[in-house]
T-cell receptor, first 116, second 112 residues
Framework: GESVGLHLPTLSVQEGDNSIINCAYS??????FIWYKQESGKGPQFIID?????DKRQGQRVTVLLNKTVKHLSLQIAATQPGDSAVYFC???????????????FGKGTKLSVIP | DGGITQSPKYLFRKEGQNVTLSCEQN?????MYWYRQDPGQGLRLIYY???????QKGDIAEGYSVSREKKESFPLTVTSAQKNPTAFYLC???????????FGQGTRLTVV
């Protein structure tokens, strides 16, 4: 099947700065995207999602941008804090088989390190 | 509390043995998923189920089996046919496909 990938495997930012984590996807039929945060040894936690009929969605300190033309997704974290240090995954929901059976597929992740 | 529970947190298995990982949710979700995560890697889909008594293979189903006899439960069996079973296993559920998936805290399986 087609896969979701990330541009940057690691990202270090200064506390208080903004962080931008990027994600490329290849399945143009994907209709739903989610960003997850995973701390060491734990399950992923939902951060924010966006549907394919939108190009921007904002949450608390986070914004997701979707550019369907170039199949690109980004997560922006404002005023990054030490507690934001984790691995961030984007995931896409798509029907790879064409039979109406949707799968949630994850990219490899970006490790965000916040420098105090 | 509502949520998704995986057990046990740590599991050790001898080579050649089958082992079953538990996943239970009380969120009334229709869809459930099993993922495998290797160190420094993303999540790879093993099996998923959109409704009771139905499930589909994901990208890496070989050596694994599942059942979905109850809406709340989606156990995963790692069989002796799985050549490299040591990994972190994550179960998730969602109200239906194309909605937010909630994850359990994972089971770390080690083959000794």
């Amino acid at each position: 099947g087609e896969s979701v990938g990330l541009h940057l495997p690691t990202l270090s930012v200064q506390e208080g700065d903004n962080s931008i984590i990027n994600c490329a996807y290849s399945n143009s039929a994907s209709d739903y995207f989610i960003w997850y945060k995973q701390e060491s040894g734990k399950g992923p936690q939902f951060i924010i999602d966006i549907r394919s009929n939108m190009d921007k969605r904002q949450g608390q300190r986070v914004t997701v941008l979707l550019n369907k033309t170039v199949k690109h997704l980004s997560l922006q974290i404002a005023a990054t804090q030490p507690g934001d240090s984790a691995v961030y995954f984007c995931a896409e929901n798509a029907d790879y088989s064409g039979a109406g059976s949707y799968q949630l597929t994850f990219g490899k992740g970006t490790k965000l390190s916040v420098i105090p | 509390d509502g949520g998704i529970t995986q057990s046990p947190k740590y599991l050790f298995r001898k080579e050649g043995q089958n082992v079953t990982l538990s996943c239970e949710q009380n969120l009334n979700h229709d869809a459930m998923y099993w993922y495998r995560q290797d160190p420094g890697q993303g999540l790879r889909l093993i099996y998923y189920s959109q409704i009771v008594n139905d499930f589909q293979k994901g990208d890496i189903a070989e050596g694994y089996s599942v059942s979905r006899e109850k809406k709340e439960s989606f156990p995963l069996t790692v069989t002796s046919a799985q050549k490299n079973p040591t990994a972190f296993y994550l179960c998730a559920s969602s109200y239906r496909v194309s909605t937010e998936a909630f994850f359990g805290q994972g089971t770390r399986l080690t083959v000794v």
